[in-house]
Nanobody, 123 residues
C-alpha cells in the first residue's frame, strides 16, 4: 500500500519559516519525480514545486520562487519543502505528490497523493 505522509505544517507568523516533510512508504521515490501542491479554501489545488528523480532539476510556481526550496533524500525516501518568508497568502493545505512525468506537473499527472498538512500564516 502506497502512502505519502506529510508533516511539519502548523501556525506561523508572516515572515517566518516552516519545513514540510513527506515520508513515502510502499514505493521508492527514486522512481518518481516528486512535487508539492497546495489548496486554499474555496480554491483549486495548485502547483507549488517539483523535483526530478535525481534532484538535478527544480521547478517552482511563480508565487513561491525565491522563498521556497524543494529537496529530496532518496535514501530516506523523503521529500522536503523549506518555506521561508511566509506570507498570509501561503495559507493552505499542502499536499505531497508523486507524479508520472518530469517537469511541472498538473493535478492530472499525479499518481499518488499525500493526505495533506495545514499551513496557516498569520499576518
Amino acid at each position: 500500500q502506497v502512502q505519502l505522509v506529510e508533516s511539519g505544517g502548523g501556525l506561523v507568523q508572516a515572515g517566518g519559516s516552516l519545513r514540510l516533510s513527506c515520508a513515502a512508504s510502499g514505493l521508492s521515490i527514486r522512481n518518481y519525480p516528486m512535487g508539492w501542491f497546495r489548496q486554499a479554501p474555496g480554491s483549486e489545488r495548485k502547483f507549488v514545486a517539483a523535483i526530478s528523480w535525481s534532484g538535478g532539476s527544480l521547478y517552482y510556481g511563480d508565487s513561491v520562487k525565491g522563498r521556497f526550496t524543494i529537496s529530496r533524500d532518496n535514501a530516506k525516501n523523503t521529500v522536503y519543502l523549506q518555506m521561508n518568508s511566509l506570507k498570509s497568502e501561503d495559507t493552505a493545505v499542502y499536499y505531497c505528490a508523486a507524479h508520472s512525468i518530469p517537469g511541472v506537473p498538473t493535478v492530472a499527472m499525479v499518481r499518488y497523493w499525500g493526505q495533506g498538512t495545514q499551513v496557516t500564516v498569520s499576518s
